[in-house]
């Protein structure tokens, strides 16, 4: 089969009309200015089809088709043409594998310019087709299926993506070289948005995915130089097996992993990032601006051992579980370091019963906030860990016991104990029952007036022993009245 090529879909508010022109030559047909209203079809017949340097433009209500029935066609363009506009659509049609479209020209897609919705025009749908200078541009509707491009750039916003068995190799990165960047219609951001990016490989740039529903699963992206090999920002994903996002494997990678954002529902396993190697291997987790797992009654584990680099980690109704022992949780997986730290979040949002985090034998490079309801608290449990900010937490039950921490700060606390923990200060306010346990403890110096170990309850107890402070002492304050409301 000859090359078969589809170039770039390049985003602009500027579309140049001329009359349409269509003559056949020796060597093809030469093609120009706008197409008319319909459907125009191209053909083997007719092929190869020069568009000149002006362009051809696919105005709003027109349909470019792509037929291969008589067998392949290819569409190529003066040396630094305008190519393609397409504001209507453009498809193939009665493509197999080795029967397609050859279109090397560029194409630019977006809807009818002074629309109110700029998207609401223009759609391609490819398949069995090459393309050599990309996809971009805004677009309703994308449908790429079985195309193989090299040397292109991809950066479309839709608000309907399907990307299939594709091949992409782009051998430079960057907004204005290449990358492969699906995005929602984020200037008219809709829950009705969707990307599928399903069994593809892409060689040399990462993968940009924004959705508010997305597919991502059994995609191969290899060498790419610096950034995640994938990095995704979603509304509604699942990770794990059978998953959303699954599946994605990588070779080659600065960062062998994903990249993730947003909020991810349900249960999953937190996957570590492995070393670059030649060999293909499952992409790991990474968040350096923030994931949440919503539940209810979702968990999130962490198996022995596992680094896990996230900027911010949130559990909303869920539980973070690294009880299995020897986890760390640090803001970025660089060398050196950057200058950040992690944050580590729980919360308890309408229609959930639980939320909190277990951390055994574990260390956190940043700080711990849970908060639950005045009816459900949330849980904090952490043993022999080392957290070198601090723990605030609110309406949350809260055991500490053989840890370093930054500081523990308690507010609307449920039972509380903190033991043998080193800490500059550790408070505590029950909650009305809440009891409260500070014993073994090596607090102070700190830099606030306040005693360093401060406990107060209500109608709970509170139990003071064996602590060594340092600073302006210890205070308690038991058989608290609350203020009439």
Not at 208 to 222: F, K, P
Not at 373 to 393: C, E, L, Q, R, W
Request: aromatic share 6%; hydrophobic share 40%.
């Amino acid at each position: 089969m000859g090359r078969r090529v589809l170039c770039g879909l390049l985003a602009t508010g500027l579309v140049v009309f001329f009359a349409p022109a269509a003559a056949r030559a020796a060597t093809g047909t030469a093609v120009c200015g706008q197409l008319p209203a319909g459907v125009t079809t191209w053909t083997a017949l007719g092929s190869p089809y020069q568009i000149c340097g002006a362009g051809v433009t696919v105005p709003s209500g027109s349909t470019l088709r792509i037929d291969a029935l008589a067998g392949e066609v290819d569409v190529t363009q003066v040396a630094n043409g305008y190519g393609l506009t397409v504001v209507g659509a453009i498809e193939t049609a009665n493509t197999l594998t080795g029967r397609g479209a050859v279109l090397d020209t560029p194409i630019r897609v977006h809807g009818a310019a002074g629309t109110a919705n700029y998207y609401a025009a223009g759609s391609v749908d490819l398949s069995d087709a090459e393309l050599a200078g990309g996809v971009s541009g805004q677009v309703d509707s994308l449908v790429l299926s079985r195309v193989h491009s090299d040397g292109a750039m991809y950066w479309i916003s839709a608000k309907s993506s399907s990307v299939t068995d594709s091949t992409f190799v782009l051998p430079t990165c960057g907004h204005s070289a290449g990358e492969f960047v699906l995005n929602d219609a984020v200037t008219q951001p809709s829950q009705d948005d969707t990307v599928s990016f399903v069994g593809n490989e892409v060689h040399g740039c990462a993968v940009w995915i924004q959705s508010a529903d997305l597919t991502v699963s059994n995609n191969r992206v290899d060498d790419v130089p610096a950034d995640p090999a994938i990095n995704i920002a979603g509304d509604h994903y699942t990770l794990g097996v059978g998953g959303s996002v699954s599946g994605n494997t990588g070779a080659n990678d600065a960062i062998t992993a994903m990249n993730l954002f947003g909020e991810e529902q349900g249960s999953f396993t937190w996957r570590g990032i492995p070393d670059t190697s030649d060999a293909e291997q499952p992409l790991g987790d990474l968040s350096t601006n923030g994931l949440t797992a919503q539940g209810p009654a979702a968990v999130v584990t962490v198996p022995a051992g596992t680094a896990v680099y996230a900027g911010q980690l949130g559990m909303a109704g869920a539980i973070l579980d690294a009880s299995a022992g020897g986890a760390r949780f640090e803001c970025r997986p660089q060398s050196p370091p950057v200058a950040c730290h992690t944050r580590l979040t729980v919360g308890m949002p309408a229609g959930t019963d639980q939320a909190g985090l277990r951390i055994n034998n574990g260390y956190v490079d940043g700080t711990i906030d849970a908060t639950g309801t005045a009816t459900t608290a949330a849980t904090v449990d952490i043993n022999d860990s080392t957290v070198t900010g601090g723990i605030s937490t609110s309406n949350t039950s809260m055991h500490i016991d053989g840890s370093t921490v930054g500081a523990v700060w308690a507010t609307d606390a449920g039972d509380t104990t903190v033991a043998n923990t080193t800490a500059p200060s550790i408070y505590a306010i029950a909650a009305n029952s809440g009891n409260i346990t500070f014993s073994g403890d090596t607090v102070g110096p700190t830099q606030w007036a306040d005693p360093p170990l401060n406990a107060n309850t209500w109608s709970g107890t509170a139990v003071i022993t064996d602590n060594t402070v340092y600073g302006a002492g210890v205070a308690v304050h038991t058989g608290l009245v609350r203020p009439a409301v």
